[in-house]
């Protein structure tokens, strides 16, 4: 079973940086897109941003900009650079890899934006 686990959430004040990593373990398996999203307690999970395997990128409007996705050439590290934080994009951000209709989810890590 793949497993994907986040790690580099934490308490920063607004205008900060952060930098999100999410690595796939356990049997081989190369993604197609690697993407990040992000929930608040009680609100849906949005997309954050994406890419896919031939370097192609999407960001929501919220972070364009602002976060920067990027990968490992195998397709099974991902990373989100996060910059000029706001309080709202406090969130627990969770790490989605999928290949055709095979897909995983991370357990999340927790980003807390406040002064």
């Known amino acids: 079973q793949v497993q994907l686990v986040e790690s580099g959430g934490g308490l920063v004040q607004p205008g900060e940086s952060l930098r999100l990593s999410c690595a796939a373990s356990g049997p081989r398996f190369s993604a197609s897109v690697m993407a990040w999203y992000r929930q608040v307690p009680g609100q849906e999970r949005d997309f954050i941003a994406g890419i896919y395997v031939n370097g192609m990128t999407k960001y929501a409007d919220s972070v364009q900009g602002r976060f920067t996705i990027s990968r490992d050439r195998g397709m099974r590290t991902v990373w989100l650079q996060m910059g000029s934080l706001k309080p709202e994009d406090s969130a627990v951000y969770y790490c989605?890899?999928?290949?055709?209709?095979?897909?995983?989810w991370g357990k999340g890590t927790l980003v807390n934006v406040s002064s």
């Open positions: 989605h890899a999928a290949k055709g209709r095979v897909q995983y």
